[in-house]
């Protein structure tokens, strides 16, 4: 993201967030500045608008936010020229642009993990292709091979994913430690490390227990 992309980002979250609190109704009794009240914190007043950002168009802006009296965020968007702000359903949210990820060299997709899962989000159509679905939870994914393939981090092994050219099944390995390579329809996967248990070492011989209580004397 460029330094000036990343400032009208920040003013926007900024101005977004006097518009919401303006559109909190105003009570007809004064605000009483007593410890109880100063505690609630977001529970009275909501809090500040997070994971800002733009649509694949740059037509809209997509951010979490906590409404007064709410338990939890929700994700909202709002036209660029402002308005009133729309809060997503579940099924919206996710083909929402992603709050946190990594662009590719070209800056036309972002490679980002969605519950555990790896996805893709593509800036020109607002697509959302996922990579994985699996038991285990990966991360740490990155663009490697110029852009061509992907490493991420699962069960504390690492994995490179080559990316084809043309979409396809989504590749669903399983929890645990993965073959290398797994061939798939539109993708190949390698597994890097292994970190399960080495396995013990093979009991002495007899020769060999001798020399080893000879060495040790």
Do not use: C
Not at 84 to 92: M, T
Not at 142 to 157: L, S
Not at 179 to 194: G, H, M, R, W
């Amino acid at each position: 993201m460029s330094r000036r992309l990343a400032t009208g980002t920040a003013l926007f979250a900024v101005a977004l967030f006097a518009s919401l609190h303006a559109q909190r109704p105003t009570s007809a009794t004064t605000f009483p500045l007593t410890v109880d009240s100063i505690m609630r914190g977001p529970d009275l007043v909501g809090s500040a608008p997070t994971a800002v950002r733009w649509s694949g168009d740059s037509r809209a802006i997509y951010f979490s936010w906590q409404k007064p009296g709410e338990d939890e965020a929700s994700t909202y968007v709002v036209p660029r020229e402002g308005g009133e702000p729309k809060k997503l359903s579940k099924d919206e949210e996710k083909q929402a642009p992603p709050a946190n990820g990594r662009w590719n060299k070209a800056r036309t997709q972002i490679l980002a993990t969605d519950s555990g899962d790896i996805v893709i989000y593509d800036r020109a159509t607002g697509a959302r292709r996922q990579i994985t679905k699996t038991d285990g939870a990966e991360g740490s994914a990155r663009w490697a091979k110029n852009d061509t393939a992907i490493t991420f981090v699962q069960g504390g092994n690492l994995f490179i994913l080559q990316i084809a050219p043309r979409t396809g099944d989504q590749l669903a390995p399983g929890a645990g430690p993965v073959p290398s390579p797994v061939p798939s329809n539109d993708a190949l996967l390698t597994q890097l490390t292994d970190i399960s248990a080495a396995r013990p070492d093979p009991p002495l011989s007899a020769s060999q227990r001798v020399l080893k209580d000879e060495e040790e004397k």
